[in-house]
């Protein structure tokens, strides 16, 4: 994670502003000692792509609305 004094910061804030936007987080130091951190927002909707995509890796699809104790017509022949 970056740093990135307060002086820094004020003179640069728009390009701060916009590396925060493409996601980086970076700390905010007055006289050397960190006093803020600047975070990108969360994005609920990529943030739900990313827990779907890691739960299909594991799922197991399954026919859900076919009990398994009947016999199909279909398999009678």
Request: no cysteine; charged share 30%; aromatic share 2%.
């Amino acid at each position: 994670m970056d740093t990135i004094a307060v002086s820094e910061l004020r003179s640069n804030l728009r390009k701060v502003i916009l590396r925060v936007e493409r996601g980086e987080t970076l700390e905010i130091t007055s006289m050397g000692k960190v006093v803020a951190r600047l975070v990108p927002p969360e994005n609920a909707q990529q943030e739900a792509r990313k827990k779907l995509k890691d739960v299909a890796g594991t799922a197991v699809l399954h026919d859900v609305l076919s009990p398994l104790d009947v016999q199909w017509e279909a398999g009678k022949d």
